[in-house]
């Protein structure tokens, strides 16, 4: 079944054109395992798309952080998937909890945004998970059930799908959920794509942890059966990032 290792760089809003020429020339001077032990993709700003995909290493790929729900037009200030196809990148990150609670996309949004963003040939780190309200209320499992299945609704084809759980609130909070509390979710999630979508599908779709991750914490988080990866935000700016990059190799001698 070999779900290959996957560690996603989510640099949100942030870097400058000398910022990112630093980060791109820390990864390409990393030594990290081969391409047939984990896939690595990073996603910088719009602007810095071009700029990262031409100067990175050809191991690793880029991935836009969200583009628009359908077709170009008339939608001022969105990037539609045929741009970034144009462009060559392709990955986009859609359904982040920032964008999700702050830009108040629904579900049934994001849901939409995927089946689109795969129609067009893209491949689509979706994201899902609960507050800490939701939490505490001990409907973790019902909420990234519910997110799970509007994208469930509209696709067919999971191939291109790596599922991106992110405790909303362990982003950028120093809090990290434990890894059996991960390894807890990524079981009920693996278990719900089983009983909903198909036996292969849960056994093949990738399902990786987001949320404070550090060079500190990832082994032991990678050591978990069902953490297939990671989508890391703040560190994935540092030379840490390598580190993390470098937590594949759980995987490959587990």
């Not at 032990?37 to 191991?59: G, I």
């Not at 945004?113 to 409907?139: F, N, P």
């Not at 084809?157 to 991960?182: H, M, R, S």
Request: charged share 20%; glycine share 8%; with cysteine.
């Amino acid at each position: 079944m070999g779900r290959k290792f996957f560690v996603g760089g989510n640099w949100k809003c942030n870097g400058t054109t000398e910022e990112v020429n630093k980060i791109v020339s820390t990864l390409n001077a990393g030594e990290v395992p081969s391409q047939d032990v984990v896939e690595v993709v990073v996603s910088p700003p719009f602007v810095f798309l071009p700029l990262v995909k031409t100067s990175l290493r050809p191991d690793f790929h880029v991935a836009a952080q969200n583009c628009w729900v359908k077709k170009g037009g008339a939608f001022t200030g969105e990037v539609s998937a045929e741009m970034l196809v144009n462009l060559s990148i392709p990955w986009v990150i859609i359904g982040h909890s920032e964008r999700r609670l702050i830009l108040k996309e629904s579900n049934e949004f994001v849901a939409d945004k995927v089946a689109y963003a795969l129609a067009q040939g893209l491949k689509v780190i979706a994201c899902i998970g609960e507050t800490l309200e939701q939490r505490e209320a001990g409907s973790t499992v019902a909420v990234v059930a519910e997110q799970t299945k509007a994208i469930a609704a509209k696709i067919s084809n999971w191939t291109d799908v790596v599922l991106a759980y992110e405790p909303v609130w362990a982003i950028g909070t120093g809090k990290v959920a434990t890894p059996a509390q991960a390894q807890e979710v990524h079981f009920e999630l693996r278990k719900w794509l089983q009983a909903n979508v198909s036996p292969e599908v849960a056994a093949s779709t990738r399902i990786i942890y987001g949320g404070s991750v550090t060079a500190a914490n990832c082994r032991e988080l990678a050591a978990q059966p069902d953490v297939d990866g990671f989508l890391v935000g703040g560190a994935s700016l540092k030379p840490e990032f390598i580190d993390i990059i470098k937590s594949a190799e759980v995987k490959k001698n587990a």
